[in-house]
């Protein structure tokens, strides 16, 4: 018998790989971080002795779920300012509270509420784009959850700085603090075309390549964006893009709501990804993204909330419940997005946009343990007849019972491990009074 750190035992393990394969009867062994063998309950506990065992009888065991855009700590602003077009909403709300409320204190315990959100709902690792990132990224290494996190890069000032410059250095120092970590990972993110120079663009794409890690940017979100840009820019925003040397793989592209055949052809020819936000699209009216051309073209994409300031949740399995039945009524076709197809993009799939498929995303020996247990003794999941199916329409984030994250468990049994809820919720309370104010003062 060898022994390990935990065994998982006795529910049907969807491993999300390449052949979308699954175990009734499984087991996961695992030791430290990583995942150390798969197979039937009856071979893993035959060969090894687990520390701890999870029984997961009557539970789906799965990779967590990776959001692939959001602003953490806009928790602090979800509410705030809804029903109304995306620029209205950004320039006369959004960035006016930003300017007046956001500091050190909202960025970490805003993303601490994001992180109990969102580990709540099974998603284990996410990729952020806000400000004052380092306390977003402390956040998630004290929650123990997995990032990908980049300091938002504007033309104007920021709460954090003050000229495009500072903000590329705040930047550089995330990359070199956060170097090596187990769980944080940075991204350079220059926020949009319409909010950035030709020159703050080409910095960041060349801070990205001294680093050799992804940049993410905000992308032809609805038509809008994409007027303003061609008049801007004098030609498309994938032309341009490829104009200044950003189009290769490491390159994130949000929303990319209107992207035409052309667009899409390009991003496959280059390897970009992309990340569909659906509740957020239809909230804000921005349209809807041609994701199904996307994918049938060969562009990776993954799924995100985007920020509680316009979803208004982090619940990834709503995401993944509109985002299949969007794309079926949009189409007029019930066959695309199918229910495996909407997994996917949550896992697998996303890890590869995240650059992070050889970590998680898919449940093999040698990965990381990052592990959701979905509880199927429901009566909303009864009776089952396709796993897959009951994830993409039945199931609700508070149906995951049990979350582990490189190896560690920080959700048993529906209770937090890392993290104090009760405070949390009490602290973002106490800014929301604060934000409160200062938007009275403009009344």
Known sequence: MRDVDIIISGGTILRMDDTMSKIANGAIAITGEDITAI????????????????????????????????????????????????????????????????????????SLLACAEMIASGTTTFCDMYIFEDETARAAREAGMRCLVGEVLFDFPSPNFQTPAEGLAYTRMLIEKWADDPLVNIVVEPHALYTCSTPLLRDAKALADDYNIPLAIHLLENMGELEQLNSKLGQKATHFLREIGYLDERLIAFHCVCMDDEDIAIFADHGCKAVH???????????????????????????????????????????????????????????????????????????????????????????????????????????????YSHLAYAV???????????????????????????????????????IQTSLEGNR
């Open 396 to 434: 609700n984030g508070s149906d995951v019972e049990t979350v582990l994250i490189n190896g560690k468990i920080v959700m048993e049994n529906r209770t937090f491990l890392t993290i104090d809820v009760q405070e949390i919720m009490a602290r973002v309370k106490a800014i929301a009074t604060r």
């Open 277 to 387: 936000n659906p509740e957020s699209n239809m909230k804000l009216a921005s349209g809807v993204a041609p994701v199904s051309r996307m994918i049938d073209r060969g562009v990776v994409v993954g799924l995100g909330t985007d920020g509680c300031a316009s979803n208004n949740n982090l619940d990834m399995f709503q995401e993944i419940d509109t985002a299949a039945k969007l794309e079926k009524v949009n189409s007029l076709n019930p066959t695309v997005m199918s229910a495996e197809t909407v997994m996917r993009m949550a896992t697998s799939e996303g890890a590869k946009v995240l650059g992070m498929e050889t970590l998680v995303g898919s449940l093999q020996p040698g990965m990381k343990a990052d592990i959701i247990i979905v509880d199927l003794n429901k009566p909303h999941l009864t009776p089952l007849y396709n796993e």
């Open 39 to 110: 197979g039937t309950a009856t071979d893993i506990e035959n060969t090894f002795r687990g520390t701890r065992t999870i029984n997961a009888s009557g539970c789906l065991v799965m990779p967590g779920i990776i959001n692939c855009h959001t602003h953490a700590a806009m928790t602090c602003f979800r509410g705030i300012a809804d029903d109304m077009k995306l620029m209205e909403w950004l320039n006369n709300y959004i960035f006016p509270a930003e300017a007046k409320n956001v500091d050190t204190e909202l960025a970490y315990w805003g």
